[in-house]
């Protein structure tokens, strides 16, 4: 008599779930991925041709790193791949909003230098389709970072901006607010073109991208975090904007935030 397949476990039979526990668990994983999504916005031709990210590798077993290689799009082979350490020297997580700063800092500083890239001339042989690119180690990385620290600038700000507000439709976006539109103002402001749960009509948020020291903001969490209580219990109204915006029914002014 043949023996039954193992069936599948169900809930309360004891059976272990581990692995897949441990990987939703797995931190650097998930710094892993986040590294991907910040980075993925700019594979991207930039106006004006220059040069783009044209992958974000994972590196087996070294998932404190990232690879990211970088090309002008027209010679895929005249690539440079770059070891991005995803924790500082002391341990801690780098943010994944500064690793496009970051990468530009590379490329201004590191692009085309094959003094910086590896020894080992086996480190780019195993980058799918381009074989062979020099690559630029992890510890040269972090010597040029800190000599040229990255500095966030205006579409890093807005990119935070935005995606701290209202994620992608694709995500699990609990309080359904969907971006609709976006504007760079005057004044280090962007305004926010928003709808969703609470909202009458398309409504517009400004919100600041810069610090009042001038440093490009990171990180918007006082604000996101509030954001849906201020819709809910219909506290928006007392944060008034005197503009009017003919693409959107209400602007309001959250740059005090």
Request: hydrophobic letters at 40%.
């Amino acid at each position: 008599m043949s023996t039954p397949p193992p069936s599948s476990p169900s809930p309360g039979d004891g059976r272990s779930t581990e692995p897949a526990a441990r990987w939703e668990a797995d931190a650097p994983v998930q710094r892993q991925a986040a590294a991907t999504r910040a980075l993925l916005r700019l594979t991207a031709t930039p106006l004006g041709g220059g040069p783009v990210v044209r992958g974000v590798l994972p590196l087996r077993p070294h998932r404190d790193l990232v690879r990211v290689v970088v090309g002008d799009g027209a010679a895929p082979t005249a690539s440079t791949a770059y070891d991005l350490p995803l924790l500082d020297r002391n341990g801690n997580e780098l943010p994944a909003a500064g690793l496009p700063a970051a990468v530009r800092q590379l490329i201004g500083h590191a692009a085309g230098d094959r003094a910086l890239t590896s020894n080992d001339p086996s480190a780019g042989l195993g980058i799918p389709g381009l074989p062979g690119i020099p690559v630029v180690p992890a510890e040269t990385v972090r010597l040029v970072l800190d000599a040229h620290p990255a500095e966030l600038d205006l579409t890093d700000a807005l990119h935070t901006a935005t995606t701290g507000i209202a994620p992608s439709a694709d995500t699990d976006n609990q309080d359904g607010l969907v971006l609709l539109g976006f504007l760079l103002l005057p004044e280090e402001r962007a305004r926010l073109y928003l709808a969703g749960n609470g909202l009458a009509d398309t409504t517009g948020l400004d919100v600041r991208l810069r610090d009042r020291d001038g440093t490009a903001i990171s990180a918007i969490t006082a604000l996101s975090a509030a954001l849906p209580s201020l819709i809910a219990n219909d506290q928006l109204q007392y944060n008034p904007s005197d503009e009017t915006d003919p693409h959107c029914g209400e602007v309001f002014d959250l740059t005090h935030w």
